[in-house]
């Protein structure tokens, strides 16, 4: 135990000791380092002088160095995508058309993405430019200016982002007190806008893309007024020569032949039809939907007249356009487009018709019908509560019966019976013309089931147009077959089938007549007779019908419609036909001697 307390004190001491040591030793290590430091520094400032003195007094260096390379590359840095923009906006504000497709045939999906790169590398060169003047406004304030805050220094790789505008960096900037801190921020600003508009705007201007480029124009002539061409009140006209019917029922047969065809396309909510051969006029159908009130049928056609000039004319154009390109090469582009459209802005007849539900005459005399009232314009509201308006028509179906005894219900050949009369002048009606279809009755004997249809007929503001896809190079135009279908459109078309026209001057109200619609369904001419090994039954059944043209359109589906309990397929036959003799309202009328040869070559439509 003594000698423990005797080591302790003994072990500190020593402990002393060498703390005292290494501290001597420390302090001798830095003033040893300090000396030697002096003199290293006094031996550099000696072979300054030396140096100094021997070389002569140092030049001061200069922040810039003059190169005229250097400045070509800066020039160019600017030219380049200066020179680009300008180019790309000269073609496209000059409207350069290229053809269907870029240059080369197919692949253009692989010329459009080498056009995305090329897009990209313009965006590139614009943002450099730009960062590049920023750079040179940051130096110069640098060197010769008053200075930069800290947060714009580095301006020149932030103005891209629109992030850079919202930081402290900025706003630091804009809140600094500068001589030239409007210009600077403003050059900012603008370099900070333009930058995420460059890559849109590039691949827009640099990109092609389909448009309709105009490609000559003028005016149609025909020969006649305008009440005369779109007569406000279809009249009949000049009685034709025996066996034949007249000019404005020349389209029945199409219609009959197609009827069927059309009904399915129209019952599968196809809106327009096509007579499938030569040159024709589309017809467009929004046919009803259900039974319902104030469900109504519309169907509307080009003008024929206009569209047998129209072709005509496209016809001219289109060799006119081979022969020019010969002589004149910056027309050959023109020729290469996908496709042409010949458009005439001109009045389409357009019909409404409605008709009230089948009615079963077994044990009532035929005499009151009730036409559905339509009203003029969709502003004309007030009579609408009218619903129908009741007609005495028993002298009309007498009539009809008396002329034709074979479309009497008794009769074993019966199968549809059609009359026009001209409705009286009733509130809030706007159609003129009242169709009577009388047919066999649900159980097949009495005095059948009658139905009433409105009539309404219009001129209304449109467009006809000839759209021709070019899928294959053709050389000589005027040569080879054509196929050319007129298509037409309303200014403001349909918005349902319950549709009123607006009170707006572009539907002009049309009285159609009695006598201009015996004139359009008259008897159906008489079929050639078949010959004599064949079955005599079919010939008696061709000759014993003695039906109009719209009966005989109407036989072709719709006789036993009563069964059926269907409404629109009367309302589309009766317009189909009113529309087809609406379009031909004038083809009585001669064109200029121009048009005359046009008439031979392309028909009626």
Same mark, same amino acid.
């Given at each position: 135990m003594l000698l423990l307390s005797y080591t302790k004190p003994f072990l500190e001491g020593v402990g002393t000791l060498s703390n005292f040591l290494f501290g001597v030793l420390k302090f001798l290590w830095k003033v040893t380092n300090l000396l030697f430091s002096k003199i290293r520094s006094f031996l550099q400032q000696l072979k300054h002088r030396f140096y100094a003195v021997r070389s002569g007094p140092e030049n001061p260096k200069p922040l810039f160095k003059p190169s005229h390379l250097s400045t070509i590359l800066c020039c160019l840095l600017h030219l380049l995508p200066t020179l680009l923009t300008i180019i790309l906006i000269t073609l496209n504000l000059g409207g350069f058309f290229i053809g269907r497709e870029l240059d080369g045939l197919g692949r253009d999906s692989v010329k459009l993405g080498v056009l995305q790169v090329a897009a990209k590398v313009h965006e590139l060169f614009i943002i450099a430019s730009l960062g590049a003047v920023i750079f040179h406004v940051v130096r110069n304030q640098l060197a010769r200016g008053e200075g930069l805050p800290l947060g714009l220094m580095g301006v020149g790789f932030s103005f891209g982002s629109v992030s850079f505008f919202f930081s402290p960096d900025f706003w630091a900037g804009v809140s600094v007190s500068h001589p030239r801190k409007k210009r600077i921020i403003a050059l900012v600003v603008t370099a900070g806008l333009i930058a995420p508009l460059v890559g849109p705007t590039s691949a827009v201007l640099m990109i092609p893309r389909e448009l309709d480029w105009a490609a000559g124009g003028g005016y149609l002539w025909l020969n006649g007024t305008e009440n005369q061409l779109w007569p406000s009140k279809l009249e009949k006209g000049h009685s034709p020569e025996d066996g034949e019917v007249h000019c404005i029922a020349a389209g029945w047969e199409d219609i009959r032949d197609n009827y069927q065809t059309w009904a399915f396309d129209a019952s599968q909510a196809v809106p327009s039809f096509e007579v499938p051969q030569g040159l024709g006029r589309k017809f467009y159908a929004r046919t009803r939907q259900s039974n319902a009130f104030r469900e109504e049928t519309w169907v509307f056609t080009a003008h024929n007249d206009v569209t047998i000039l129209q072709s005509y004319m496209y016809s001219i154009w289109s060799s006119a356009l081979h022969y020019l390109s010969k002589k004149e090469p910056e027309y050959l582009r023109l020729r290469k487009a996908s496709t042409r459209t010949a458009t005439v802005e001109s009045d389409l007849p357009a019909v409404r018709v409605s008709c009230s539900p089948w009615t079963d005459n077994s044990n009532s005399r035929l005499s009151l019908f009730s036409f559905p009232v339509l009203a003029e314009y969709n502003d004309n509201t007030d009579h609408l509560y009218e619903g129908y308006q009741v007609v005495n028509a028993t002298d009309v179906i007498e009539r009809e019966m008396r002329a034709n005894p074979d !479309?009497?219900?008794? +009769?074993?050949? =019966?199968?549809?019976? *059609?009359?026009?009369?001209?409705?009286?002048? =009733?509130?809030?009606? !706007?159609? +003129?013309?009242?169709?009577?279809? =009388? *047919?066999? !009755?649900?159980?097949?004997?009495?005095?059948?089931a009658s139905q009433a249809c409105s009539i309404d007929a219009r001129w209304a503001k449109g467009k006809s147009f000839i759209q021709e896809t070019k899928t294959t190079i053709q050389p000589v135009p005027i040569y080879y077959p054509r196929h050319l279908t007129i298509e037409s459109e309303f200014e403001g078309g349909f918005s349902s089938t319950s549709f009123s026209p607006p009170n707006d001057g572009t539907w002009r109200r049309v009285n159609v007549t009695s006598g201009w619609f015996d004139q359009l369904t008259p008897r159906e001419p008489p079929r050639k007779r078949p010959s004599d090994d064949e079955d005599e039954d079919d010939d008696d059944d061709d000759d014993s019908r003695n039906q109009t043209t719209l009966e005989a359109v109407l036989n072709t589906m719709i006789w036993d419609a009563p069964t059926r309990e269907t409404i629109w397929e009367v309302e589309f036959a009766i317009g189909l036909t009113i529309i087809d003799g609406m379009s031909r309202s004038s083809c009585d009328r001669d064109f200029d001697a121009i048009c005359k040869e046009s008439q031979q070559n392309y028909g009626s439509g």
């Open positions: !479309s009497a219900p008794e +009769s074993p050949g =019966f199968r549809v019976l *059609t009359a026009g009369l001209q409705l009286p002048p =009733f509130p809030g009606q !706007s159609a +003129s013309l009242g169709v009577i279809v =009388f *047919t066999r !009755s649900k159980r097949g004997t009495g005095r059948g």
